[in-house]
């Protein structure tokens, strides 16, 4: 009995000084069913779930209204961390009201909700949970990935994203961090954001949160592109100084610019869009493959390759059309090597390990995040248009993006014009090389 009261007499002074989980809103997370599939099996359901990124939901005082966060951390309730995780409670989310809808196996995102004042912008990010307090885990070496995807009210400047990131499958669950992944916390990609908390605990420092990160989907009605972003780290890393990259992006312990492989950037410039080999007014399914250099699991990651299906029909990857860079469809060491020579910059995808790297990342496990957003900085240029924005992509190669005009995708005209922007994903299968997609 002595022990016992001990024992209870630590947890209830460790959860004083714990960021709460707060009490004004049920967190309920939306059932997203996904599929594990084998060659010789099919595919079996996974009672799988979605959640809202920590930093997207309010945070305020444990038994008050005052928040915790507001264009940064307060710094009265949140001196270090300790002090705010006793101070500081991590809301529930209503998903509908963040624009997050689910409907069986699909997923829709707005970009904006309509409230009472008027088109707000919502812009919502979320991971998919294997259960109510982890995250589910995809170790994809010699494996493939496939959803469907409508990208049909994604206009010029938006982007519809599903990528892999190297958080942890707890979401840095602590004695400071109870809510862990169950409120969505723990988020890092290879840009190195600087979120007011890290796993869920005060970002005090003001560090960034780099992790390998592998985008398979970036995209909108007009141009895609997908993207591995090797890191020379392991998991989250709090960087500091010239290591996050903000006044060098070449200095930082991640690869920002990644190897992109964009149709339209490499000579394709009507494969991807409406009424085109892959049209972009229907849905489609998109399929990507990691090639090991053993044809198994215990190899190293050598080639990401995909493949899309539409109307029943296996559509394969836009070949490449670009002098310099030998005839292909798929991203290898030796294609980020040449797309480096030809379209000029700093080979950081090498310098931080390329395909071994990103390989190493997605053999330990990587959480499956979900997003849509607009680029009030840049207008998505990087992506949909011409950039430098004053290039000429006919004398320098690489610069066309795609084929948006230069006043096209800027944010304030998104929500003015489009403001039923959304992006669905849906039948989200992992498995065998094989064995989540077919032809009719």
């Given at each position: 009995?002595?022990?016992?009261?001990?024992?209870?007499?630590?947890?209830?002074?460790?959860?004083?000084?714990?960021?709460?989980?707060?009490?004004?809103?049920?967190?309920?997370?939306?059932?997203?069913?996904?599929?594990?599939?084998?060659?010789?099996?099919?595919?079996?359901?996974?009672?799988?779930?979605?959640?809202?990124?920590?930093?997207?939901?309010?945070?305020?005082?444990?038994?008050?209204?005052?928040?915790?966060?507001?264009?940064?951390?307060?710094?009265?309730?949140?001196?270090?961390?300790?002090?705010?995780?006793?101070?500081?409670?991590?809301?529930?989310?209503?998903?509908?009201?963040?624009?997050?809808?689910?409907?069986?196996?699909?997923?829709?995102?707005?970009?904006?909700?309509?409230?009472?004042?008027?088109?707000?912008?919502?812009?919502?990010?979320?991971?998919?949970?294997?259960?109510?307090?982890?995250?589910?885990?995809?170790?994809?070496?010699?494996?493939?990935?496939?959803?469907?995807?409508?990208?049909?009210?994604?206009?010029?400047?938006?982007?519809?994203?599903?990528?892999?990131?190297?958080?942890?499958?707890?979401?840095?669950?602590?004695?400071?961090?109870?809510?862990?992944?169950?409120?969505?916390?723990?988020?890092?990609?290879?840009?190195?954001?600087t979120p007011p908390f890290i796993n869920g605990e005060a970002n005090i420092e003001k560090n960034g949160a780099c992790c390998n990160e592998m985008d398979l989907w970036e995209a909108?009605?007009?141009?895609?592109?997908?993207?591995?972003?090797?890191?020379?780290?392991?998991?989250?890393?709090?960087?500091?100084?010239?290591?996050?990259?903000?006044?060098?992006?070449?200095?930082?312990?991640?690869?920002?610019?990644?190897?992109d492989y964009n149709a339209y950037r490499l000579g394709q410039l009507s494969y991807y869009q409406p009424n085109a080999t892959i049209d972009t007014s229907r849905k489609f399914t998109v399929v990507t493959q990691f090639l090991t250099t053993t044809g198994n699991e215990t190899g190293e990651l050598r080639e990401i390759r995909r493949v899309?299906?539409?109307?029943?029909?296996?559509?394969?990857?836009?070949?490449?059309?670009?002098?310099?860079?030998?005839?292909?469809?798929?991203?290898?060491?030796?294609?980020?090597?040449?797309?480096?020579?030809?379209?000029?910059?700093?080979?950081?995808?090498?310098?931080?390990?390329?395909?071994?790297?990103?390989?190493?990342?997605?053999?330990?496990?990587?959480?499956?995040?979900?997003?849509?957003?607009?680029?009030?900085?840049?207008?998505?240029?990087?992506?949909?248009?011409?950039?430098?924005?004053?290039?000429?992509?006919?004398?320098?190669?690489?610069?066309?993006?795609?084929?948006?005009?230069?006043?096209?995708?800027?944010?304030?005209?998104?929500?003015?014009?489009?403001?039923?922007?959304?992006?669905?994903?849906?039948?989200?299968?992992?498995?065998?090389?094989?064995?989540?997609?077919?032809?009719?």
């Amino acid at each position: 009995m002595a022990h016992r009261i001990i024992f209870w007499s630590a947890a209830l002074a460790a959860s004083a000084l714990a960021q709460q989980m707060g009490k004004n809103t049920d967190e309920v997370h939306p059932l997203l069913p996904t599929w594990e599939c084998t060659v010789k099996g099919g595919c079996v359901q996974k009672n799988t779930s979605v959640v809202l990124d920590s930093d997207y939901r309010w945070t305020h005082t444990v038994n008050g209204y005052d928040n915790c966060k507001d264009n940064g951390l307060n710094k009265t309730l949140c001196p270090d961390a300790k002090t705010c995780a006793a101070n500081c409670a991590l809301e529930g989310a209503d998903y509908a009201s963040y624009g997050i809808l689910t409907n069986g196996t699909e997923l829709t995102l707005n970009l904006f909700v309509n409230k009472t004042t008027g088109i707000s912008m919502s812009s919502p990010r979320v991971y998919l949970l294997a259960n109510g307090s982890t995250y589910d885990m995809f170790s994809m070496l010699n494996r493939e990935f496939t959803f469907d995807v409508d990208v049909s009210k994604l206009p010029c400047g938006s982007n519809g994203a599903l990528y892999f990131s190297e958080m942890s499958a707890t979401g840095g669950r602590s004695d400071l961090n109870p809510a862990g992944a169950t409120y969505g916390t723990g988020y890092c990609d290879a840009q190195c954001p600087t979120p007011p908390f890290i796993n869920g605990e005060a970002n005090i420092e003001k560090n960034g949160a780099c992790c390998n990160e592998m985008d398979l989907w970036e995209a909108n009605s007009a141009a895609t592109a997908f993207t591995p972003h090797p890191c020379n780290v392991t998991g989250l890393y709090k960087c500091s100084g010239a290591l996050c990259g903000n006044a060098d992006k070449y200095s930082s312990v991640c690869d920002k610019d990644g190897c992109d492989y964009n149709a339209y950037r490499l000579g394709q410039l009507s494969y991807y869009q409406p009424n085109a080999t892959i049209d972009t007014s229907r849905k489609f399914t998109v399929v990507t493959q990691f090639l090991t250099t053993t044809g198994n699991e215990t190899g190293e990651l050598r080639e990401i390759r995909r493949v899309y299906v539409q109307d029943g029909k296996v559509i394969e990857n836009a070949q490449i059309q670009v002098q310099g860079i030998d005839r292909g469809n798929s991203i290898t060491d030796e294609y980020c090597l040449q797309q480096k020579k030809v379209f000029g910059g700093v080979n950081a995808f090498r310098n931080q390990g390329g395909m071994k790297v990103m390989g190493e990342a997605l053999r330990r496990g990587m959480v499956l995040a979900m997003s849509v957003w607009d680029d009030a900085g840049g207008s998505m240029k990087w992506l949909d248009s011409i950039t430098p924005e004053h290039a000429d992509p006919s004398k320098e190669p690489g610069t066309g993006r795609g084929p948006c005009k230069a006043d096209e995708g800027k944010a304030e005209d998104i929500q003015a014009k489009f403001p039923w922007t959304s992006v669905k994903f849906s039948n989200i299968k992992s498995g065998e090389i094989g064995s989540t997609f077919k032809a009719k």
